[in-house]
């Protein structure tokens, strides 16, 4: 037996040597599509747009947008992922506990208020001048790291109000290296006061060549679907619908827009900006996607600004 599988090497040597070639190669292939393709995801789903002179030197509400928030740039594990991944989102989409932690220490210090996406409505709805610079911090998707890092941070640091926005598809599952929060783990979170739920569709966060599922033309019936069964799925679990609805991408069509609005929803896109009074809510409120230049740029300069 030995020594017919030796005689099977010494004449097919070559043949293995080709297959193992093409598995490389093809290996290779398919890592770098999925790298180029987790780029186009973090290229699409960054904010866009610049504040203008009159939003950067005005009170108002700065939306702020999260992913990802790691124990520690410096621990084993998260060091090892972003070493090996290709994937962009965990770089680009990751600040890490402490981060986050001096950027909430940075606002309190400039007096700036930490506000729920609600009193955000309620102020909006005053239609009166807004007399201090605000923030409402969101998080999106919802993976375990919210959930671990986030919410005892905000604990300890006041009982600090955030919203987080979840693909009611999706809990639960491995998605781009990270674990969706479960709805045992989501119901358990909002048991607080300080946390409200919205929803990020029930499955149409994914881009469709390079474009974001909700821009596709021909999608506005699937969306219309897809909204319903993601209210459906968050009153099971939650026991009542929510007004707050985030866009993938950032982006919708003026049809989805309206059918939302009529449909009695907050909406928000990933558009910079400055939210103040006499704010249109039936339209998109811009939120600001964070990373490190988007904070230099957009918050600091907003805050800092006379």
Known sequence: MLQKIKMFFQKSWHVIFVLICISIVIFMGISEYKAKEAQIHVQKEISSGKLSQQELHSNGILVLCYHRVS????DLSTKIALDLSNNEQL???TVSKGQLKRQVEYLQKHDVRIISVQKAISLIRSNQPLKHKYVVFTFDDVD????DNVKPLFHEMGNLPFTVFVVTGNTGRYDNGTELATWKVLKEIIGQKNV???VHTNDMHYLSGNTPALKVKGNYHKFVKDYYKSEKVFKEHIGHKTPFFAYPYGEGTPREQRFLAQHGMYT???QNGIIQQGQDLSQPLPRTMIDSKAWNQIVKKWVEAK
Do not use: D, P
């Not at 124990?71 to 410096?74: H, I, L, P, Q």
């Open 71 to 74: 124990y520690s740039n410096k």
């Open 196 to 198: 409200t739920l919205g």
């Open 91 to 93: 770089h680009e989409y």
């Open 144 to 147: 375990r790291t919210v959930v």
């Open 268 to 270: 928000f896109s990933l």
